[in-house]
């Protein structure tokens, strides 16, 4: 579990910077991180997490509305052990924890918790019998669902899950929580199934239809490989399945940079002409 806590009163100066930022947020997200398994790459290695496919649907109301009240704000991670951080050196290093970080800087006033709740080897049903415990009781403000990859490599169809993942949306709608959809990695072990795209293309139907967010990390992981020109070792384990610590990091500042665009969104439609496009900005810390 990663806690910070920070006086709100630098809120209200602080949206009007996120403001602008997000307004010029750019195409593709580029810092350095260190790669962690290939001794054949630079050393220092660039992360692209492009705004075209990081971008969120819809807008965080939720979270919006807490932010701007000054509220603390709980955001609770669901999946499996590429939640829990399997292929990472430590429980800070998992995308998790990363996060938390990455939203301590782009909202430095708020008071976040980010809770890891993956556990390795579980499907939807079995996420769905913790629900309660895991979710619901931590009285969350927004859900990171990651989901599929286990039922891939098992070869159950996406069909079979239809149901299960409807009734665990239902009931984060019935809390009011923001929730966001977190497809397969891109990897060798999940492309080599038959039915990669497929459940790919599934979650990113649900998500549309039941209106919630969807952070394609198929895709993102994908371009590292097809247009960054990466080999698997730099962002994949020796396992050929879970990420490590640099596809973690680089995962967090996508869904972090996502994130803080999408809760700005209703205010940035509502009363800013946004300025000349930025394409590109170096998000190092």
Same mark, same amino acid.
């Given at each position: ?20 930022? +997000? ?18 790459? /630079? ?27 000054? !509220? ?7 999946? @499996?052990? *590429? ?8 429980? +800070? ?31 939807? $049903? ?7 415990? !895991?979710?619901?009781?931590?009285? /969350? ?17 996406? *069909?079979?899950?239809? @149901? ?5 949306? *239902? ?16 990897? $060798? ?57 640099? @596809? ?26 946004? $300025? ?10």
């Amino acid at each position: 579990m990663q806690t910070f806590d920070l006086a709100d009163r630098a809120f209200k100066p602080l949206a009007a910077v996120l403001l602008f930022a +997000a307004l010029i947020v750019p195409a593709s997200a580029q810092t350095k991180t260190q790669p962690r398994s290939s001794e054949s790459m /630079p050393a220092v290695v660039p992360c692209h997490a492009p705004m075209d496919i990081v971008r969120l649907v819809s807008p965080l109301s939720r979270l919006s509305q807490k932010l701007h009240a000054g !509220a603390p704000i709980t955001v609770v991670a669901l999946g @499996s052990s *590429s939640t829990a951080g399997t292929g990472a050196s430590s429980a +800070a290093a998992t995308y998790p924890g990363r996060l938390a970080i990455e939203l301590k800087h782009h909202f430095p006033a708020a008071n976040i918790t980010v809770l890891n709740k993956g556990v390795g080897g579980e499907e939807v $049903p079995d996420m769905l019998k913790r629900f309660d415990k !895991a979710v619901i009781a931590n009285k /969350p403000d927004l859900v990171l669902w990651q989901l599929g990859t286990n039922s891939l490599l098992r070869d159950h169809t996406a *069909s079979t899950r239809d @149901s299960l993942i409807h009734d665990g949306l *239902s009931r984060l709608r019935d809390i009011g929580a923001d929730v966001i959809l977190i497809d397969p990695q891109f990897a $060798p072990k999940v492309i080599a199934k038959p039915e990669a795209n497929r459940m790919v293309q599934f979650i990113a139907a649900t998500a549309k239809q039941e209106g919630v967010g969807l952070f394609r990390r198929f895709d993102v992981m994908k371009r590292w490989s097809e247009i960054d020109h990466m080999p698997f070792s730099t962002f994949v384990s020796a396992d050929g399945l879970h990420m490590n610590d640099w @596809s973690y990091a680089c995962m967090a500042k996508g869904l972090g940079m996502a994130i803080a665009e999408a809760v700005q969104r209703p205010i940035m439609s509502a009363t800013v002409m946004p $300025p000349k496009a930025v394409t590109s900005v170096d998000l190092a810390e």
